[in-house]
């Protein structure tokens, strides 16, 4: 599966951004799918996963309760919902997808297949 995110961008803190990664190939509705983020200067982290179902999502401590992660697999496309954003929020998000591990364990492993990276930036 080829991964194409977008939606980032430049937004002042305490506002809102939702970011998309649109799927091409068969079998997205297979795939687990999950968001990664990098801030400059750090590791890349876990940000949020969602199973192939959609009834199962895992997310960050950091962004639990402010990020929402959902799919629709009919139009091949996973979204990334993020409200009350932060300056430390700040990173290039990537979107990702496994076929053979879980949701849960995505939060711990590196998928397989990544898109590329969509810039979010919060001002204070």
């Known amino acids: 599966v080829q991964l194409q995110a977008s939606g980032g961008g430049l937004v002042q803190a305490g506002g809102s951004l939702r970011l998309s990664c649109a799927a091409s190939?068969?079998?997205?509705?297979?795939?687990?799918m999950g968001w990664f983020r990098q801030a400059p200067g750090k590791e890349r982290e876990f940000v949020g996963a969602?199973?192939?179902?959609?009834?199962?999502?895992y997310y960050a401590d950091s962004v639990k309760g402010r990020f929402t992660i959902s799919r629709d697999n009919a139009k091949k496309t996973v979204y990334l919902q993020m409200n009350n954003l932060k300056p430390e929020d700040t990173a290039i998000y990537y979107c990702a997808a496994d076929l053979d591990m879980t949701a849960q364990q995505m939060t711990t492993s590196a998928p397989d297949q990544w898109g590329q990276g969509t810039l979010v930036t919060v001002s204070s």
């Open positions: 969602i199973s192939w179902s959609g009834s199962s999502t």
């Open positions: 190939g068969r079998r997205f509705g297979t795939y687990v």
